[in-house]
């Protein structure tokens, strides 16, 4: 369950960046789209969620088929050195962005940028290499915002960095919730077939 709880997490977070960040210069019924898109995907991931955990205690299974470590190992040394160095990272970054009076659009394309750096931290601590696409994409969207902060496509900053980095960890997260919600009904399956086995 844990797996599916990170699932949740993250679509939490990807939500948060498309609806922070959709908002001009993009049109407003493009950025109304957006948000709507962004929160409907986040009440389907907390829908799986929940169904993910009434299954998984009625029949104490486990989803499969999503990327991350055992249970045991999820919030190891490595995780929380990880999530220290991210903080220190995020926090620290957008204070010397001020002090250099950097436009305000730089803090989201460094968030995008740590966040993920963070994913791919994550792999060797992990011992999953799963999570290192998301990271490298995320880390792109980070950088490539950087590089528009100091241009005159300032603006686009929160698109680039913000709303495609969201929309990327909710693509993720449905499909990887949707993956470990199927894997509990081949596994209710399997149980029926093997109860009737053994009759």
């Known amino acids: 369950m844990q797996r599916m709880t990170g699932m949740l997490i993250g679509a939490v977070f990807g939500t948060v960046f498309v609806i922070v960040n959709a908002h001009s210069p993009l049109n407003t019924v493009v950025g109304i789209v957006l948000r709507v898109a962004a929160s409907v995907s986040l009440a389907c991931v907390i829908a799986m969620w ?5 299954r998984g205690r009625a029949e104490g299974a486990q989803p499969a088929g999503i990327p991350g470590p ?19 990272l995020l926090f620290g970054g957008i204070a010397v962005f001020r002090a250099w009076e950097r436009p ?42 950087l590089v528009l902060s100091a241009t005159s496509a300032v603006e686009w900053v929160p698109f680039v960095s913000g709303v495609l980095s969201g929309v990327t960890l909710l693509a993720g ?25 053994t009759d």
Request: aromatic share 10%.
């Open 70 to 88: 055992p249970a045991a190992r999820m919030f190891n040394r490595g995780y929380w050195l990880v999530v220290v160095a991210e903080v220190v």
């Open 173 to 197: 997260c449905l499909f990887f919730a949707r993956r470990g919600l199927a894997s509990l009904s081949v596994q209710d399956r399997v149980a029926v077939v093997s109860g009737g086995d």
């Open 104 to 145: 305000e659009e730089t803090n989201v394309a460094w968030i995008a940028f740590v966040v993920g750096v963070h994913f791919i931290a994550l792999a060797p601590a992990w011992k999953h290499r799963g999570i290192i696409l998301p990271g490298v994409i995320l880390s792109l969207f980070g950088v490539a915002g």
């Open 50 to 54: 929940v169904l993910a955990g009434r």
